[in-house]
């Protein structure tokens, strides 16, 4: 079965096309980083507007690379949620649309669910049961994943996501746009321990996270300084920071593993892509003999592979859930919670 998918949910527009039987056969991504990097972050209309743009040229390049025509696909799997409401609007409308001139059935795709089940793209992709970490700019969840929409929420975020702490902090020491790839790079050239900041429910007894504190740290000792901030100050400012927020997600991710005695951790998202957390995770699982998996680099952000692979191992969990009617909604607040229950 040859599964296109569509992910149109934020700032990226995202087309691919997968086989259950070969893999992937292609895909094609475009990032809207420079559109809205001179305003600071994402501007809901403008992005909508540049998925329209974007998304036929996309679609004609991935069926150019898998030297498909349209009507060989099986089924089209589109982002239906959560995400911004205009932008979720431009890839199911496209979808429904590709579905009934084609007479292909259709699947709704949970964003996060992509990000969840994207490490099973890769050469060696974990197997069933395993913790899973979802960590972007708008979600820090820790998932017990028994197997396709069987999910279970172990602990999530109670404020800011880490990588919203991320950008928010890497703004507040003058950074560009996009933040915490810059935050990150920065503090490769700080030393540590000079400026030591909170590690927020650390030590809770429970999985949850809290990030918002963390970043009102960061403004605080920015302010207080005398002087404007030099690179070595801001250098070691951004070493604080990242240690403080890798310490938390490590330190979770350890503690989830040993409550539900699993030895697999899948690391979901774009702050998964993140040098620091990655070497941080590599050292505890050696030290807890587990093992952790991760998308390849280019499907950490938003992506459409991730969507047309979710959607073809839902159809194959159940091929009811595809359906040949065409009107359609989006669900821009849709929690995994509620997922796992459909």
């Not at 089924?75 to 007479?103: E, I, K, N, R």
Request: hydrophobic share 45%; with cysteine; net charge neutral.
């Amino acid at each position: 079965m040859i599964v296109l998918g569509i992910e149109s949910s934020c700032d990226e527009t995202g087309i691919a096309l997968y086989d259950t039987g070969r893999g992937l056969l292609s895909h094609a991504l475009y990032s809207q980083i420079a559109l809205h990097a001179e305003y600071g972050g994402v501007v809901p209309e403008l992005a909508s507007r540049d998925h329209i743009r974007r998304i036929v040229p996309l679609l004609e390049e991935a069926f150019g690379k898998a030297s498909l025509k349209p009507a060989e696909i099986d089924a089209v799997a589109y982002t239906q949620g959560p995400g911004l409401a205009g932008a979720l609007l431009v890839g199911s409308s496209v979808a429904a649309g590709l579905g009934f001139a084609l007479g292909k059935p259709l699947i709704g795709v949970h964003h996060l669910e992509g990000h969840l089940l994207s490490p099973l793209l890769a050469k060696q992709p974990p197997e069933f049961p395993f913790v899973a970490l979802l960590v972007s700019g708008g979600h820090t969840q820790l998932m017990k994943v028994s197997g396709v929409g069987r999910y279970e929420l172990l602990g999530e975020t109670l404020d800011d996501a880490a990588g919203e702490a991320f950008d928010k902090s890497a703004k507040l020491l003058g950074l560009p746009y996009p933040g915490g790839p810059e935050i990150s790079k920065l503090a490769e050239q700080g030393v540590p321990d000079v400026f030591q900041f909170p590690r927020p429910m650390l030590h809770s007894k429970d999985l949850n996270f809290s990030f918002s504190g963390l970043k009102t740290a960061v403004l605080t000792t920015v302010n207080r300084q005398t002087q404007p901030l030099s690179g070595g100050v801001r250098a070691d400012i951004a070493r604080g920071f990242v240690d403080a927020i890798v310490d938390v997600l490590v330190a979770k991710c350890a503690k989830a593993l040993r409550q539900t005695r699993l030895r697999q951790l899948v690391v979901a998202g774009g702050v998964g892509a993140n040098r620091q957390l990655r070497t941080a995770l590599g050292k505890m699982a050696s030290r807890r003999r587990c093992r952790v998996f991760y998308p390849e680099i280019e499907f950490c952000t938003d992506n459409g592979a991730m969507i047309a692979f979710a959607g073809a191992m839902r159809i194959k969990e159940n091929p009811d859930c595809m359906r040949h009617t065409y009107g359609f909604t989006v669900r821009p607040r849709w929690s995994m919670e509620e997922l796992a229950a459909a």
